[in-house]
């Protein structure tokens, strides 16, 4: 079965330190796609990225990045100068497809706070 | 526009009523689902529409009945609810229901049932 884990629960850090949120992945698909999702203190979800299994570039939007490293089962995501904007909790999820159709399954969530 | 829709954003119920939550988008998505999150913990898939038909329902409780009208509409009935439903309610879409396809959020419905 699919299983994502964010062993981080919370994570605390001051204005402008970067900051590093583990995932780390089991699934036993060949093709498969891990997503980054931000929900802050309002409830609505918010994409950040979508990455496919053949694709092991890093990518950076801004202030984003993201490390996706198969040998490992990993995909990370770090904050550069962070911003008390970026305060939410962040879910790393893998799809999972199940009965014609994809389902996400999502890790537990990490916490972040970003104190000014 | 990637926007979802979502009412009401707040909704109070008692035991004995019976409500709908309403979930709209207009991105010309064929794939609605409705997901379940309590407090501090990830959303729970509840239920997937695709073209819609319902192809996934994850056991869920027959006092959660979904309805899709078109395919930009997504309705959840509620009747009978008990304390232990109160919750986030999630809906999402997606262009397909391929695991290319990345699925956008509404803004969610806080339910409390008294």
């Known amino acids: 079965a699919q299983k994502v884990t964010q062993a981080q629960t919370e994570i605390s850090v001051v204005e402008k330190e970067d900051v590093t949120l583990d995932c780390v992945y089991e699934?036993?698909?060949?093709?498969?796609?891990l997503f980054w999702y931000k929900q802050p203190p309002s409830g609505e979800l918010v994409f950040l990225i979508r990455r496919n299994s053949f694709d092991e570039q890093n990518e950076i939007s801004g202030r984003y990045s993201w490390n996706f490293q198969k040998s490992t089962s990993s995909f990370n995501f770090t904050i550069t100068a962070s911003q008390v904007v970026d305060s939410a909790v962040y879910f790393c999820?893998?799809?999972?497809?199940?009965?014609?159709?994809?389902?996400?399954?999502f890790g537990k969530g990490t916490k972040l706070t970003v104190n000014p | 526009d990637t926007e979802v829709t979502q009412t009401p954003k707040h909704l109070v119920m008692g035991m004995t009523n019976k409500k709908s939550l309403k979930c709209e988008q207009h991105m010309g998505h064929r794939a609605m689902y409705w997901y379940k999150q309590k407090a501090k913990k990830p959303p729970e898939l509840m239920f997937v529409y695709s073209y819609e038909k319902l192809s996934i329902n994850e056991s869920v409780p027959s006092r959660f009945s979904p309805e899709c009208p078109n395919s930009s509409l997504l309705n959840l009935h509620l009747h009978a609810l008990q304390p232990e439903d109160s919750a986030l309610y999630l809906c999402?879409?997606?262009?397909?229901?391929?695991?290319?396809?990345?699925?956008?959020f509404g803004p969610g419905t806080r339910l409390t049932v008294l």
């Open positions: 699934t036993r698909d060949t093709t498969y796609y």
């Open positions: 999820a893998l799809s999972e497809h199940r009965g014609g159709s994809e389902k996400l399954v």
């Open positions: 999402a879409s997606s262009q397909g229901n391929s695991g290319t396809d990345t699925q956008y």
